[in-house]
C-alpha cells in the first residue's frame, strides 16, 4: 500500500471514521518511570481506539529533557521511521504530550505519516461526541484557541529557504491572514458560548429552590450507568472514554424527596487547557452544584492518581470543599484482580472493611463501595446520597417548609 504524504499541505481534521493503524510514543522524563510512561501509554491506546485507531506498537524514549526540534531526539525518529517502512499499513503517530507546530512539521517530513499529539487526539474525540449546539461551539473554540499558537510551525511549507533579496516569500502575510481569521472566529464563538451561558444560566435559576448533586470523576468510570441506576433514566453510558459531553439533568425522588442530579463530562490526565476553559459553561453544573458524588474507578491500577486529578481539576473550578461522596465503582472488577479465588466472603469483607476505612481517613470524606454494573450496594448509596441531600436541605433552607421532615 503506498503512502502519499506531502508534507505541509491542508492538515488533517481529525482521524477519519474508518478503522487506522497507529503507533504510540512516550518521553520518560523528569521524575517519571518506564513504568508510569507504559500506564500511561495504556491511556493513549484507549484514547486512540475511541477516536478510531488500532495500536501496533509501542516506542519509549528516556531523555532529560524533550528535544525542541523533534521531542524524542533523531536516533529515536529515525527508529520509527524503519518500523514505519515496514509496516506501510500504520499511516499515524500519536505521541502522549503536546507538541509544538514545528515539532509536528519535523516528525511529518521525516516519518511521511500523521503525526498526533494528546491533545489533537481528546479534541478529535470531543469533535466526534458533541452533539448539542453548545458542545460543539466549545469543542470548536477549543480547536481554534489550540491551533493559534501552533500556526507558524504549520505554514513553513510557505517561506523562502533562502535568504537575500528576491527570496521574501508570501509566508508571513499568509500567517498573519490566517492568525486574524482565527481570531475574529475565536471572538465569534466566545460571544455566541456567552449568549448559551445566559440561557442556561435562567434555566438553572429557575430550578435554585432545589438541591444539586453533581456526578463528576474520571473518565470512563461509570458516571453515566450510576446517572441512569439513580434517576431511571436513560442516558448514554459506553466502554469508551468521554461518552459523556453534555451535561445531563435529571429529577430524582428517593423517599419522596426531590433533587436534581447532573452526569457531567469526564475529567482525564492532562486535559487540554483550552478544554477546560471551553467547557466550563458545562461545568457550571458542577460549580453550582450543593453535592458532589465522586464516582471512582478502584479497579483502576491508579485510581489514586485519577482521584488527584478530578480533584486538581474541582480546585480549578473552585468546587473542592463541597460536601462530598467518593462512589468507590466497580467493585466486580477490583475482587477479580485482586482477590484470590481461595478467599472465604468473611476475610474478602474483612479486607473491604479495611479498605474502605483507609481511603475514608486518606481523602477525608464519607465513601461506599458499589458495582453500578451489578446493582451492588446502590441502597447503601441511595441512602447516603438521600442522607446528605436533607442535610442541604435543612441547611440552606431552613425556613422552607418540607413534607418530607
Do not use: C
Not at 46 to 70: M, V, Y
Amino acid at each position: 500500500m503506498s503512502k502519499e504524504w506531502n508534507s505541509g499541505k491542508h492538515r488533517t481534521k481529525g482521524i477519519k471514521q474508518e478503522e487506522e493503524y497507529a503507533v504510540l510514543v512516550g518521553l520518560v522524563h523528569g521524575q517519571q518511570t518506564e513504568e508510569e510512561v507504559n500506564e500511561y501509554l495504556n491511556e493513549l491506546e484507549f484514547l486512540a481506539l475511541t477516536a478510531g485507531a488500532k495500536t501496533k506498537k509501542r516506542f519509549i524514549q528516556k531523555l532529560s529533557h524533550p528535544d525542541t526540534r523533534t521531542f524524542i531526539g533523531s536516533g529515536k525518529v529515525e527508529e520509527i521511521k524503519a518500523y514505519l517502512e515496514r509496516n506501510p499499513e500504520v499511516n499515524m503517530v500519536i505521541f502522549d504530550d503536546d507538541l509544538s507546530g514545528k515539532q509536528v512539521s519535523a516528525l511529518e517530513s521525516t516519518l511521511k505519516v500523521k503525526i498526533i499529539d494528546r491533545s489533537s487526539l481528546i479534541l478529535d474525540i470531543f469533535a466526534k461526541r458533541a452533539q448539542t449546539a453548545q458542545a460543539k461551539t466549545q469543542v470548536e473554540l477549543a480547536q481554534l484557541q489550540y491551533l493559534l499558537p501552533r500556526l507558524r510551525g504549520l505554514w513553513t511549507h510557505l517561506e523562502r529557504q533562502r535568504g537575500g533579496i528576491g527570496m521574501r516569500g508570501p509566508g508571513e502575510k499568509e500567517i498573519e491572514t490566517d492568525r486574524r481569521i482565527v481570531r475574529d472566529k475565536i471572538s465569534m464563538l466566545k460571544k455566541q458560548l456567552e449568549k448559551i451561558d445566559r440561557q442556561a444560566a435562567t434555566r438553572r435559576k429557575s430550578r435554585s429552590k432545589m438541591i444539586r448533586v453533581a456526578l463528576v470523576g474520571y473518565t470512563n468510570v461509570g458516571k453515566s450507568t450510576l446517572m441512569n441506576l439513580l434517576s431511571k433514566s436513560d442516558v448514554f453510558a459506553e466502554n469508551k472514554l468521554f461518552a459523556t459531553l453534555d451535561t445531563t439533568v435529571r429529577k430524582v425522588v428517593l423517599e419522596g424527596v426531590p433533587f436534581l442530579l447532573s452526569d457531567t463530562v469526564g475529567f482525564i490526565r492532562k486535559l487540554p487547557h483550552h478544554l477546560i476553559e471551553s467547557f466550563k459553561s458545562t461545568l457550571d453544573e458542577v460549580r453550582e452544584s450543593d453535592i458532589l458524588l465522586h464516582v471512582v474507578d478502584i479497579s483502576h491500577p491508579r485510581f489514586e492518581e485519577q482521584i488527584q486529578t478530578v480533584n486538581k481539576t474541582l480546585e480549578e473550578l473552585e468546587a473542592r470543599n463541597k460536601p462530598t461522596l467518593m462512589v468507590f465503582n466497580k467493585m466486580d472488577l477490583y475482587r477479580e484482580k485482586y482477590f484470590d479465588e481461595l478467599l472465604d466472603a468473611e476475610t474478602k469483607a474483612e479486607i473491604e472493611n479495611e479498605l474502605r476505612q483507609k481511603l475514608k481517613n486518606t481523602y477525608e470524606a464519607e465513601n461506599v463501595f458499589i458495582s453500578a454494573l451489578n446493582n451492588e450496594n446502590i441502597q447503601e448509596l441511595r441512602e447516603k446520597v438521600l442522607a446528605m441531600v436533607k442535610r442541604e436541605y435543612q441547611l440552606r433552607y431552613p425556613y422552607q417548609v418540607n413534607p418530607w421532615y
